[in-house]
């Protein structure tokens, strides 16, 4: 169960109408990494967690969060439009002034939306939920998170630096905050898990794979600059055996040939079937 509040998590005031940024912003909305994705990406981790209970107490906290800042965004979003009316998009062709103000304006947030956000990226793609992962492995889902907020973080703070309003910086200034929070949050996690878990996902398989090449670093690109990285000597991340560099990788495999495929297919046949 879920109650609103009415009051926001943090300011979302603007100092003055900026419809071109409010086109940005939607980025961080209904983008492929913006609060849309982590909120819902979060909720159904948390409300399919068989694990034990301070992990769904845990994730459904954050997704509880995100929801807020969803709500922040899009009020910032709103009043971004003000002032905005759909009529002065004609003008924008006309006069410069107008159009440097109007000229980026996304004219959806008039048309469609009302002077209103929109659960769509900055470039109008719409929300999907093939955004979000909820395999149900902890340590799985709370990489995908922490690659989410890295992700969303990098984004806000660009955002940043493409406004001097300093009540959108001071909103934005909060949500970095809490990405580099939440960012420690899953990373503590992780590590938490990892310690019982083990480094690989899933950890319960590794007998059946092809042992020989589990740690073996192939080098599939011309120059060997990549011999020098951690990845590739020393023990493996997971403590249970050495990196290996393979200067030379070979071909393992045989040389694939398919047979022809049956006539009603009206496929290429070979060479001694074609007719004259």
Request: charged share 20%; hydrophobic share 40%; aromatic share 8%.
């Amino acid at each position: 169960m879920f109650n609103h509040v009415k009051e926001l998590q943090y300011n979302a005031k603007p100092s003055q109408p900026d419809p071109v940024y409010a086109k940005k912003l939607q980025e961080i909305l209904g983008g492929q990494y913006g609060e849309m994705s982590v909120m819902m990406q979060y909720l159904f981790q948390g409300w399919n967690c068989r694990a034990e209970s301070k992990y769904k107490d845990m994730i459904l906290d954050i997704a509880t969060e995100e929801i807020a800042h969803v709500e922040m965004i899009a009020t910032m979003i709103a009043q971004l439009l003000d002032g905005a009316p759909a009529n002065e998009q004609d003008a924008a062709a006309g006069d410069p002034a107008v159009h440097a103000v109007l000229g980026g304006m996304n004219p959806q947030h008039a048309i469609v939306n009302g002077l209103g956000a929109q659960p769509n990226d900055s470039v109008g793609y719409p929300w999907t939920a093939r955004y979000t992962v909820a395999s149900g492995n902890l340590l799985a889902d709370f990489r995908a998170n922490l690659n989410a907020e890295s992700q969303g973080r990098l984004q806000v703070c660009r955002l940043y630096e493409m406004t001097t309003d300093p009540g959108v910086k001071d909103m934005l200034s909060f949500l970095i905050a809490r990405d580099t929070m939440h960012q420690n949050q899953w990373m503590a996690a992780i590590e938490e898990l990892e310690q019982t878990q083990g480094a690989v996902v899933p950890s319960s398989f590794q007998s059946y794979e092809k042992q020989e090449v589990s740690y073996a670093f192939m080098n599939f690109s011309s120059g060997e600059e990549s011999a020098d990285g951690r990845w590739a000597k020393g023990q493996s991340l997971d403590g249970k055996s050495q990196f290996e560099y393979v200067k030379t990788p070979k071909a393992m495999g045989q040389k694939p040939e398919l047979q022809p495929a049956p006539a009603f297919i009206h496929g290429t046949p070979p060479l001694n079937m074609r007719s004259n």
